[in-house]
């Protein structure tokens, strides 16, 4: 199997250009667990956590477990988690990522990010709700989060910081304040969401552009109502499966290694072995110029992920163009 190739974070820290994104909403701690366990044992690197996700213990049992056995060292894996939204106060960031550290069982991240640029009200809930049953916002400003996160770093708490969600307007306001700049804006991107103008933005202020739901997150595609009902999942594209066809290759897999020669790293998630090991072989083929150009006419900049319960937020992160 060809070998996974990395993304250069500013300050020199390479990052494995694919991921396992550990995003898991129907599967219990167990099936996470087999998840990472089958990862690893796959020749990922890299494992993309948040707090939100609710099963970063499950993820540090399996690291446990894989290091115990004496496969891998701490100093193998690129451990990336990120902030919820409940948690932007200055005051809890750090309090937070101790806690995800302490779930993982690590003592440092390589990545910690700002999840949404939206804050919810401070509390237990991950989702704060009124009595009508609308979540209940606070008024941090990211810039304020972010130099807390800059503390983290000087304590060494986690070696590199960025952000998820974030516009490109809305990342200026950091860059242009940083003490330590971004590393990363974790978006949505895949075919039908390319991100173009975004890339081009982070690419020109050094940061990398991770995908996250890089396979058109073929699970949630289609609801009743939104944009992607009227398009065929894009792993059905039929430009994409001539092209896996013609390459001996999966459908994912073409839609994968295509994110990877525009530049963009991605955290595909599954907890299937079989899914998991498949999308990491993308290392031993590359698409033709043509065939770039082919499945770059697809997109079609249709979001999946809006996260429609904050778009009164005064900070939701799609009112701006890119």
């Not at 919820?84 to 390589?110: M, Q």
């Not at 704060?128 to 941090?140: A, L, M, Q, W, Y």
């Not at 994110?259 to 590359?286: C, H, M, T, W």
Request: hydrophobic share 40%; net charge negative; charged share 25%.
């Amino acid at each position: 199997m060809a070998k996974q190739f990395d993304f250069t974070l500013r300050g020199g820290l390479k990052m494995p250009a694919l991921g396992l994104g550990t995003y898991a909403p129907k599967e219990g701690d167990d099936e996470v667990f087999e998840a990472v366990m089958a990862a690893v044992k796959a020749g990922y690197r890299s494992l993309d956590c948040a707090a939100i996700y609710r099963n970063e213990r499950a993820v540090g049992s399996a690291i446990k477990k894989h290091i115990v056995q004496g496969g891998i060292q701490r100093e193998d894996l690129f451990i990336t988690s990120k902030l919820w939204n409940t948690c932007h106060r200055p005051d809890l960031v750090r309090a937070s990522l101790k806690k995800s550290l302490d779930d993982l069982g690590v003592k440092y991240l390589d990545l910690y990010l700002i999840h949404w640029p939206m804050a919810y009200m401070e509390g237990e809930e991950f989702m704060p709700r009124d009595e009508n049953g609308k979540v209940v916002f606070s008024d941090v400003d990211y810039v304020d989060t972010w130099k807390a996160l800059e503390d983290c770093v000087d304590e060494g708490l986690v070696r590199n910081i960025g952000v998820s969600n974030f516009s490109s307007r809305q990342l200026q306001r950091v860059l242009d304040v940083a003490r330590i700049k971004p590393q990363v804006n974790q978006v949505e991107c895949h075919l039908h969401l390319q991100q173009e103008r975004l890339l081009d933005f982070c690419n020109k202020n050094g940061v990398v552009l991770t995908a996250y739901s890089p396979l058109g997150a073929p699970g949630t595609f289609g609801a009743p109502g939104s944009q992607s009902e009227q398009f065929v999942p894009v792993l059905q594209e039929p430009k994409v499966l001539e092209i896996a066809k013609t390459k001996n290759k999966t459908p994912a897999q073409v839609i994968l290694r295509f994110l990877l020669q525009l530049g963009v790293s991605a955290v595909p998630k599954s907890v299937k072995p079989e899914r998991i090991q498949e999308n990491y072989q993308v290392f031993d083929f590359s698409l033709s110029e043509e065939e770039m150009q082919a499945l770059k006419g697809l997109n079609k900049d249709v979001r999946l992920c809006s996260e429609p319960v904050a778009v009164e937020h005064k900070y939701y992160s799609f009112n701006d163009p890119f």
